[in-house]
């Protein structure tokens, strides 16, 4: 049942240790009760895994596993413990005096091709620094917002980068891709060089590759190698940490003038505006119906945009990504690479056992809650008071989304409204239920929900047929986008 979840901890570099139980060591390979091969199953989607054959040998095994998921490009690392081993007895070291036979150090990135891309990036005319969850796994928060700053830089995060720099900064131009703001994805189509910082070029945010930043030199770090020219070839690469290439350019900034460089990308930056103001973030009101852009606004408000988010996939989880501005790291933690429906909850309840006093919102659709809703019995045996905000629309919305606009509204298997009463549920568990149904009881409802001291389930009715905008195809280029 872990597949799943080691999976999306790969494509989103998240650090975790799996431990998982195997069959006595004698009933390998005998197709045994509950046996089934962890370490080949896993093998595609972990850093490494072990099957570990003696009880002595788990200290070391335990602390290489640790270091690995968190060293380079984090990820997942199994361990595989068979019942006979996990139930003998051995001597434990703590192993402070053992070394890693390989470096404990991220590849350096030399002062040549650190100069080479500032120079670069200094002569640049309409650049674009395009930053992703390195960013953030690499506690490069504050030297990528320096750096952005003095050289006034635009700045476009990807979904798994929010957070990584201001949403509400001038800089930002909130994030690029397939639903990215109209002015990011034209910054970047437009763009003569493009510094992507600890991303990867999912195809998400290039959409059609052929056709993707067409006119840009590419500089391209990242700490993975893998990652160097898996999708778009760059014009220069720097192999390593991201924070040690930003501080890199930043010691370089100190030593020279600026002024005409920041001078030169006046008329960029007056394109940009224009952008901004010619296609914003929007969407129409109504009175008798609660659109879900609505409720993350209001959200927003109400938690004075300090509220620690987590999100299941799907509309919702764009709408997060658009209304709600995230101003630190990890504030916002939603499924990215594997769009794992069923996220949002579980996800929450880690957050608020790791930080007991923040506010943690789970913001998920009404189908993706289905998935996950029986861990409202875990959260509320363990206290742990997280607030889930349902954006019930009674649909798998953004396949039907796509089934409305890509295949003539022929819907298939979409129409979820046979679903449990939320509020019922949520008090069968032992949790706090509310219900909204229409906009002027949002405010009011919401403020009781995020004041109340346990766990709660609000089931927010919203419109049925509300899309996500803007929107590039899939396999489109950005001039394609759609914007209502």
């Known amino acids: 049942n872990a597949v799943t979840g080691i999976a999306n901890a790969y494509m989103d570099s998240t650090p975790i240790v799996v431990i998982t139980g195997q069959v006595p060591r004698h009933l390998i390979g005998t197709d045994a009760f509950q046996e089934v091969d962890t370490v080949g199953i896993t093998r595609p989607c972990v850093k490494h895994n072990y099957l570990v054959r003696e009880a002595k040998d788990l200290p070391a095994i335990v602390r290489e596993a ?25 001597s434990y070291s703590r192993l402070d005096h053992v070394s890693f036979p390989f470096s404990t150090q991220p590849a350096y990135i030399g002062s040549d091709p650190a100069q080479k891309a500032f120079e670069q990036i200094v002569n640049a005319k309409r650049p674009v620094l395009y930053v992703g969850g390195g960013i953030v796994n690499s506690g490069a928060v504050d030297s990528l917002l320096s750096f952005a700053e003095s050289l006034r830089l635009p700045v476009t995060p990807t979904l798994m980068g929010l957070g990584g720099f201001p949403s509400s900064h001038p800089l930002c131009l909130g994030m690029l891709g397939m639903h990215g703001t109209y002015a990011a994805n034209m910054a970047v189509a437009e763009s003569d060089l493009l510094v992507a910082l600890g991303v990867r070029f999912d195809d998400r945010v290039t959409g059609k590759l052929a056709t993707f930043a067409p006119q840009a030199r590419v500089i391209h770090v990242d700490i993975d190698p893998a990652n160097i020219g898996k999708n778009v070839a760059p014009t220069l690469a720097l192999t390593g940490d991201v924070k040690q290439a930003l501080d890199q350019f930043l010691s370089l900034v100190q030593q020279q003038d600026l002024d005409a460089s920041i001078g030169q990308r006046e008329a960029w930056w007056d394109q940009i505006r224009r952008w901004q103001l010619a296609q914003p973030l929007r969407f129409s009101g109504s009175q008798n119906q609660i659109k879900p852009q609505t409720v993350i606004r209001e959200l927003h408000r109400l938690t004075k945009g300090e509220a620690l988010i987590t999100t299941d996939v799907g509309q919702h989880q764009m709408w997060v990504a658009q209304f709600y501005p995230f101003a630190r790291p990890r504030q916002l933690i939603t499924s990215g690479g594997l769009g794992t429906m069923g996220f949002g ?140």
Not at 71 to 78: I, M
Not at 79 to 86: A, E, F, L, N, Q
């Open 345 to 484: 909850l579980p996800a929450a309840m880690g957050a608020q056992l790791a930080l007991p006093n923040q506010l943690v919102v789970a913001v998920v659709g009404d189908g993706g809650f289905q998935m996950t809703n029986q861990e409202l019995a875990t959260a509320v045996q363990y206290d742990l008071p997280v607030k889930i905000l349902i954006m019930n629309n009674g649909y798998l919305g953004m396949v039907r989304q796509w089934q409305e606009m890509f295949y003539d509204r022929t819907y298939s298997e979409v129409d979820i409204s046979v679903a449990p009463d939320f509020v019922k549920l949520g008090e069968a568990y032992g949790a706090k239920g509310f219900r909204v149904k229409r906009p002027a009881e949002l405010r009011e409802v919401m403020e009781a929900a995020l004041s109340h001291k346990g766990v709660v389930v609000v089931d927010v009715v919203v419109a049925k047929e509300e899309n996500v905008f803007p929107m590039i195809p899939a396999g489109a280029d950005a001039r394609q986008m759609i914007t209502q």
């Open 66 to 90: 640790f270091h690995l998921a968190r060293s380079g490009r984090p990820g997942p690392v199994v361990i595989d413990i068979p019942k006979d081993v996990s139930a003998a007895r051995s």
